[in-house]
Every structure is written in structure tokens, then in C-alpha cells.
């Protein structure tokens, strides 16, 4: 099953042209037989900050940092650049009826299954 | 300053060149049998940044997906303790992993701090992905003016 290969080569990217550099958030993508959830951590990310687009079969979404306190930095390990990541989506995916929602930095992102592609149990008639 | 301890955040690193995970996705694939979870292979560290400002220090740590009261903060003797735990969902079965690069479990994260805080008036707040603890300074450690007088 090819669902969400991952895909960095992307023509929709509006990135590619002013090359900048994202940081790519850690993912965990599970299926159940209503669909399939996509969590990315994506920390020091606001709601506004988010943009989530499918187009194409693909799904895309960046996470914009909200910048830090002022103040003299003593010791830094947190990155400041932006995440963003790109996944094919498989096409029975119901594009439509995508949901996103943010929990304390967690994307988590629901990918239905479109009525029709969902497996049907069929009676066997006499 | 004493740091004890530093990973680079795993958020950083990208997932598909690390070859642990080329390899963990090799091996779940042909031999779903074998024990994924190897010492150490599913600890996890935050990152975490030290500010300082006119009155007060500030430690900021991404730690995405936790609850508020999963954090343990504690200060003793001059360095800041933040230790928490990061639960998984456990209605998702291993099985129906497509992929699986986010880390869960324990951490523990501990900062010596440059100067005298004022203990009692240590404030933490959990946002967006982000403790922010706030170290207000002892009033000795504060930068002073000095007038210059001129005879």
C-alpha cells in the first residue's frame, strides 16, 4: 500500500523558489477502518500558525514558531526554523473531510475514507 | 554554567536519512516478530533553551503532546529539575503503524542556573508544545546602576 510515501520533491511548494530550510516534525500515522490519523509534533507551534492544504493527492502542512521571549540566550538547543513536511495520500482518502486540530504542539490530522472505498461486507444469498 | 546532559532533539533529525529508522522500518516490515524495543532505542530528550533577562531567568522546553500534569519541576541547589513522562495512546495496536517516529516515555532534563534565584517564586506555564519556567532573580543578582559622581 503506497499511503502516504514521503515526498520531498514537491511542485506545489512555494517554498522551493526562496529555499527555505524547514525542519521536518516527527510523525506517527495509523490506519483504522474509518481511516487513517496523521500526529506531528510540531512544539512552539500555535493554531494561527498552521497551514495544512491537500491538493493533488498530496497533503501538506507547515507550523510556524512562535518566537521566543526576549532576552539574553545563555544556552540553546531549540531549533528556530519552521517545520513543514509533504505526504501522497492514498486515493481513497476522502480529501473533503479532512479535520485538523492542536494539541499542546501535537498536529494531529484525521483522513477519512471515502464511503465507497471502505470494505463492505457483502450476504451471500442462496 | 553546568549542563548535565545533551541529545539533539529528535524533532531535528530528518526521520527518513536516520539509518535506525531505516533499519526499524526494514525490520518491522519482514519480521514483525522481533523485539522492536531495545534499551535506549525509545528514550527521548527535550530540548531546552536558557534566557536571561533583566529580572528573571527563563528555561523554555519543547515537549509537545504532554499534560500539564505530567511535568515534575523541581529546584534544588542552584540547578532546575524538569522530569515528565509522555504517554501513548494505548487504543492504537502496534499493527496498524504506518509509521512511528514519534518517541514516548520518560525524560529528565536538569540546568545549574548562573546566579541566586528566588526559590519561592519559581512560576511554570505549558503552552503550544512549550514549558516556559520562569526564575525570578534574587534581588543581589540583579544588574545595578552605578552613578559616576564627578568632583
Not at chain 1, 500515522?29 to 498552521?50: N, Q
Not at chain 1, 521566543?68 to 526554523?81: D, K
Not at chain 1, 513536511?85 to 475514507?113: I, Y
Request: proline residues 6%.
Amino acid at each position: 500500500m503506497n499511503t502516504q510515501t514521503e515526498n520531498t520533491t514537491t511542485s506545489a511548494a512555494p517554498a522551493a523558489a526562496t529555499r527555505i530550510r524547514y525542519a521536518t516534525p516527527a510523525v506517527a500515522i495509523y490506519e483504522d477502518a474509518d481511516g487513517y490519523t496523521v500526529e506531528a509534533e510540531m512544539p512552539g507551534v500555535a493554531k494561527d500558525g498552521v497551514q495544512v492544504t491537500v491538493e493533488n493527492g498530496e497533503l501538506a502542512f507547515t507550523g510556524a514558531k512562535t518566537p521566543r521571549p526576549e532576552g539574553t540566550c545563555l544556552y540553546g538547543e531549540v531549533a528556530r526554523t519552521d517545520y513543514r513536511r509533504v505526504f501522497d495520500l492514498d486515493p481513497s482518502v476522502d480529501a473533503e473531510h479532512v479535520t485538523a486540530r492542536m494539541d499542546q504542539g501535537v498536529l494531529v490530522l484525521r483522513l477519512p475514507k471515502a464511503q465507497d472505498k471502505k470494505p463492505r461486507r457483502i450476504a451471500v444469498s442462496d | 554554567m553546568t549542563l548535565i546532559r545533551f541529545k539533539p532533539d529528535p524533532a531535528h533529525v530528518t526521520p527518513a536519512a536516520a539509518p535506525a529508522d531505516l533499519l526499524r522500518d526494514f525490520m518491522n516490515l519482514h519480521f514483525p516478530f522481533f523485539p522492536q524495543e531495545r534499551a535506549g532505542m525509545n528514550t527521548w530528550s527535550p530540548a531546552l533553551d536558557v534566557h536571561d533577562h533583566k529580572d528573571a531567568f527563563t528555561v523554555t522546553l519543547e515537549a509537545a503532546g504532554l499534560k500539564k500534569d505530567d511535568f515534575e519541576i523541581s529546584y534544588h541547589d542552584g540547578a532546575l529539575s524538569v522530569a515528565g513522562e509522555r504517554k501513548e495512546d494505548t487504543d492504537v495496536t502496534e499493527r496498524n503503524y504506518f509509521r512511528r517516529e514519534r518517541l514516548f516515555g520518560r525524560f529528565a532534563r536538569s540546568v545549574s542556573l548562573p546566579a541566586e534565584v528566588k526559590a519561592d517564586q519559581i512560576t511554570a506555564s505549558y503552552k503550544d508544545g512549550v514549558l516556559t519556567v520562569t526564575l525570578p532573580k534574587a534581588e543581589e543578582a540583579k544588574p545595578k546602576n552605578i552613578e559616576v559622581s564627578v568632583k
